[in-house]
């Protein structure tokens, strides 16, 4: 459920009619809905009641907008972060340093020491090699590190390629057959506090089935492990679980995710760590973009967009649906390719599709824009980065601000040399 809804004809973000943020903040621009994010962080929560002692992470990389991240601490989640940015953007929004979990394949030297002195939870190492330099650096200041070693499963996570990290010729984490030898290496290390062990196998699932296949193994491993000696009080579960982009879409529900994961892991006698990002932040945003204009084409008209793909790169990169919608529509329907002002092919949002009829000027949106949208937006074609705005009931605010061309440029040099 979400708060982007109809109201005497006009679609609005709780009770802020979406017409009057695109005539106040003008467009393209992200609208995000404080009550959808707070509302889909409990029913996450929720659904996690019979998993026993659970810490739950949002993953930064969803959603980094500070308003969004300070909504989220104040629902009492910590951050998911994979680099030094994410980790200072998770601080500055409050969230507590013991809260926050650093993943990511490539942790620079210099991003586990800011870790390590900003005194975060927990290191999700994704190779020995990365254990090793971050015991070396705890151990050289007298620190022991807390961590955990994330563990590449081998499983089909039945989702997009690109969004797949858990089959073995990914590069996230250890293959799950060599594990148990790196860890009792890593478990010796003066500078590490191995506590368990971390698992994503992908985003945007389908199904309970890969995840299910995947927390058995994590389960047996969990089991080898104590089997060998060591000490395991903490497994990571990861993100990836799905949410609907078109209305026919049925990924599982939260409520049912969760049972699955009490079922399986009812034995396990650790606490559960939760990396959620679309489920959280996906449809608690949208974003608005006004018609340039329509363009006749061989089969359909073109609707031409002033949002384009690199404001949500999206449908671009990974042929991803958004459900368009005109922001007051007649109930007329149109057959057409809408599509962003910019020089490539790829720059399109939907073909041929049966959308509301819009004309030159009208508004529009995107939906399900508030995961992987404006944090993935770049200034292609010099065009400004797109601002994002958040409503609560019946105010809003700009929480991030439109960046123009002139801002970029002015950090930009042509050097004395060239003059
Ligand atoms: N944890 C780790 C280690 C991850 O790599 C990810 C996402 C998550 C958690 C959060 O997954 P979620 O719950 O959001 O599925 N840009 C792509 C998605 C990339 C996801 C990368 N990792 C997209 O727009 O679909």
Redesign the pocket.
């Known amino acids: 459920m979400d708060h982007f809804q109809l109201k005497n004809g006009v679609l609005h973000a709780e009770d802020i009619p979406l017409s009057q943020i695109a005539e106040e903040v003008g467009t393209p621009v992200y609208v995000y809905s404080r009550a959808t994010l707070e509302r889909h962080a409990q029913v996450f929560r929720e659904g996690l009641k019979d998993a026993g002692k659970i810490h739950l992470a949002f ?1 930064v ?2 959603n980094p907008n500070l308003a969004v991240l300070r909504i989220l601490a104040n629902q009492g989640y910590g951050a ?1 972060v ?1 680099s030094g940015g994410e980790l200072q953007r998770a601080l500055a929004a409050g969230m507590k340093a013991e809260d926050i979990v650093f ?1 990511g394949v490539g942790k620079s030297r210099e991003e586990l020491t800011l870790g390590l002195d900003q005194g975060i939870g927990q290191f999700n190492l994704e190779s020995e090699e990365e254990g090793v330099m971050l015991a070396g650096i705890a151990a050289s200041r007298g620190a022991k590190a807390s961590a955990t070693l994330r563990v590449n499963p081998d499983v089909d996570a039945g989702t997009h390629a690109k ?1 797949s ?1 858990g089959k073995k010729e990914n590069k996230f984490g250890v293959a799950i057959d060599v594990a148990p030898a790196i860890y009792a290496r890593l478990s010796q290390l003066d500078g590490l506090d191995l506590r368990g062990v971390a698992v ?1 196998i992908g ?2 699932l389908q199904s309970l089935d890969p995840l299910e296949t995947c927390y058995a193994r994590m389960g047996e491993l969990v089991a080898q492990l104590r089997g060998a000696g060591h000490v395991v009080t903490h497994v990571d579960l ?4 799905g949410v609907p982009y078109k209305p026919e879409d049925n990924p599982p529900s939260p409520a049912e995710y969760g049972a699955m994961v009490a079922r399986v892991t009812r034995d396990w006698d650790v606490t559960l760590m939760f ?5 959280i932040a996906g449809n608690g945003g949208v974003m608005i973009t006004k018609v340039i204009r329509i363009k006749p084409g061989l089969d359909s008209d073109f609707v031409i967009v002033d949002a384009a793909m690199n404001d949500l790169m ?1 449908p671009a990169i ?1 042929d ?1 649906w958004h459900d368009f919608e005109a922001v007051e529509p007649s109930g007329e329907t149109m057959v057409a390719s809408i599509v962003g002002p910019i020089c490539e092919s790829s720059d399109i949002f939907a073909k041929q599709r049966v959308v509301d009829r819009v004309e030159t000027d009208d508004l529009g949106i995107f939906r399900t824009a508030g ?2 949208g404006a944090t ?1 937006a770049n200034t292609y074609n010099s065009r400004p980065l797109v601002p994002e705005v958040l409503v609560d009931g019946d105010r809003y605010a700009v929480v991030a601000e439109r960046i123009e061309p002139a801002t970029i440029m002015a950090a930009e040099h042509v050097p004395d040399w060239l003059k």
Do not use: F
């Open positions: 993953a990389k969803a998911d994979v993943s969004i990290t994503h985003s945007q990861g993100g990836g679980l990396e959620p990002g679309r489920v999206r990974y991803a995961a992987y993935m």
